[in-house]
Nanobody
Framework: QVQLVESGGGLVQAGGSLRLSCAASGLTFSSYHMDWFRQAPGKEREFVAAISGLGGSTSYAGSVSDRFTISRDNAKNLVYLQMNSLKPEDTAVYFC???????????WGQGTQVTVSS
């Protein structure tokens, strides 16, 4: 079965950096666009970033576009989210998702907690 497992979350001070990873198994990885979402306490889950199956196209939420970078390694079935200049408002559980077609999210990971202290 398909599994997505996030890692790399933790506690960091404002201005710091973290790199999240999402390891995928059970699917033809390069056939799926991969997305990162986040959900803060009491808020709805929101889109953060996406990357196409072959990595040639990326998109970002406006709030992170100048600070976060999404990338993927199709040889290792991994997708990354490099987060720089972190702010307290970036505190959330971060989820990766895989979608076969545009706008679909067929599979989700369990999430990894990111906490940014001020």
């Amino acid at each position: 079965q398909v599994q997505l497992v996030e890692s790399g979350g933790g506690l960091v001070q404002a201005g710091g950096s973290l790199r999240l990873s999402c390891a995928a198994s059970g699917l033809t990885f390069s056939s799926y666009h991969m997305d990162w979402f986040r959900q803060a306490p009491g808020k709805e889950r929101e889109f953060v970033a996406a990357i196409s199956g072959l990595g040639g196209s990326t998109s970002y939420a406006g709030s992170v576009s100048d600070r976060f970078t999404i990338s993927r390694d199709n040889a290792k079935n991994l997708v990354y989210l490099q987060m720089n200049s972190l702010k307290p408002e970036d505190t959330a559980v971060y989820f990766c998702a895989a979608g076969r077609v545009t706008s679909s999210r067929d599979y989700w990971g369990q999430g990894t907690q990111v906490t940014v202290s001020s």
